[in-house]
T-cell receptor
Framework: NAGVTQTPKFRILKIGQSMTLQCAQDMNHNYMYWYRQDPGMGLKLIYYSVGAGITDKGEVPNGYNVSRSTTEDFPLRLELAAPSQTSVYFC??????????????FGDGTRLSIL | AQSVTQLGSHVSVSEGALVLLRCNYSSSVPPYLFWYVQYPNQGLQLLLKYTSAATLVKGINGFEAEFKKSETSFHLTKPSAHMRDAAEYFCAVSTYNNNDMRFGAGTRLTVKP
């Protein structure tokens, strides 16, 4: 089973460039999430989606955009890359509505450096 | 909103020694609590979860955690550390009426031979 797949695994961007981080899950999960992980800070939620066509902001949404046109895919877009967006980005998914406290399933991350 | 605090950003133990990683939570409604492990260059993997059933929860790789409501704690333990347990561990909390999960800052576990 593929689970949650993120591409690319690594990327270096120049300041002001744009890019899209891809995330796909094959578990028919309705909820999907984007986090960023900075050293000593844990994971901070950027955006999340509770189903196709529905997205909402998390704790740190500034500088990012998302869309959810299908159940499977949840891309994250950086429009004008800034050095503060250098981080490791994780996509996660879960199935809500099937019992209490379903865990989130994570991809392997995208390591992004902005120079 | 709910939150978790992990006490100690780094914990070092000798191989064979007890592992104790501390997590305290804050939530105005009954919480769901999770421990995840992250190995280098990988995503987070679920170790165990508490969802209001038994207060002592057993997970993978010999880890367990006990939910203590009176202390608002969910500490992770393992009786005997192995070298392969060296990783970063995250405590997380969610609730039935919330769409997201909040993570602690993480605790890096080092196991000395």
């Amino acid at each position: 089973n593929a689970g949650v797949t993120q591409t690319p695994k690594f990327r270096i961007l120049k300041i002001g460039q744009s890019m899209t981080l891809q995330c796909a899950q094959d578990m028919n999960h309705n909820y999907m999430y984007w986090y960023r992980q900075d050293p000593g800070m844990g994971l901070k939620l950027i955006y999340y989606s509770v189903g196709a066509g529905i997205t909402d902001k998390g704790e740190v949404p500034n500088g990012y955009n998302v869309s959810r046109s299908t159940t499977e895919d949840f891309p994250l877009r950086l429009e004008l890359a800034a050095p503060s967006q250098t981080s490791v980005y994780f996509c996660a998914s879960t199935r809500r509505g099937q019992g209490a406290g379903q865990p989130q399933h994570f991809g392997d991350g995208t390591r992004l450096s902005i120079l | 909103a709910q939150s978790v605090t992990q006490l100690g950003s780094h914990v070092s133990v000798s191989e064979g020694a007890l592992v104790l990683l501390r997590c305290n939570y804050s939530s105005s409604v009954p919480p769901y609590l999770f421990w995840y492990v992250q190995y280098p260059n990988q995503g987070l993997q679920l170790l165990l979860k508490y969802t209001s059933a038994a207060t002592l929860v057993k997970g993978i790789n010999g880890f367990e955690a006990e939910f203590k409501k009176s202390e608002t704690s969910f500490h992770l333990t393992k009786p005997s550390a192995h070298m392969r347990d060296a990783a970063e561990y995250f405590c997380a909390v969610s609730t039935y009426n919330n769409n997201d999960m909040r993570f602690g800052a993480g605790t890096r576990l080092t196991v000395k031979p």
